[in-house]
């Protein structure tokens, strides 16, 4: 399937082309084997039908005039030229290759396997954003789930690194806020608790509820990254605070 009106257009128009070309040069061969032909040659020729000229056959009674010296257990060669419409066909592909080549690859208006691919990814992805977005909602402390597409945990890593950066560090170290890379949480280390915390806060200590600016969907991703982070062990970690959860 084609994916667009150039492409098809294209596609005629070298159609087109090579059955101007397979003509004219079926006319340039024959010709040409009318100069060099003898007389007797001509006359031969002359009465061929067409399509004895575009296959090449030549009929058995002529097979005598074809036979080689080579010979092999009685079985005897013949000098058979390659058929007509066989470097016909020949010559098409080699046009059909050069405008290939010049409308894909050094023109780049085409659209190659690599170029469709990207594209479908890209639809993909913005499908699956508007899907996301559309159900962003129905993610709720009940229902939460630990997040391990690299997509979801990338995007976890960016609105960490936006918003959580300066209270728990660029690694989950700590800072201001509790370490995030050991075993020790003050308000639980579940998937289903930090998905709590981060929505609601944690007003007594400072931290802000973040469901006013993020969609439960960034939440659960966020909650997913942090949750990657366990036992990363980065230099500097501040000490454990809360209780151990295993």
Known sequence: MFNSFTEIWLISLILLTSILVLIVTMQLSSALKKLTLDPTKQEEEASLSWWQKFTGLKPLEKEKDLEMEHQYDGIVELDNPTPP??????????????VYLFYYHIAQD?????TEYKTEVAIAEKARDEYMKKFANSVNEDNVKALSAAKDLTEGSTIYSTNCVACHGDKGQGGVGPNLTDVYWLHGGSIKDLFHTITNGVPEKGMIAWNKTLNPIQIQQVSSYILTLQGSNPPGAKEPQGTEQK
Do not use: A, H, K
């Open 85 to 98: 419409w066989f470097m016909y066909l020949f010559y098409i592909t080699i046009l059909f290759g050069v």
């Open 110 to 114: 085409g659209n190659t396997q690599e």
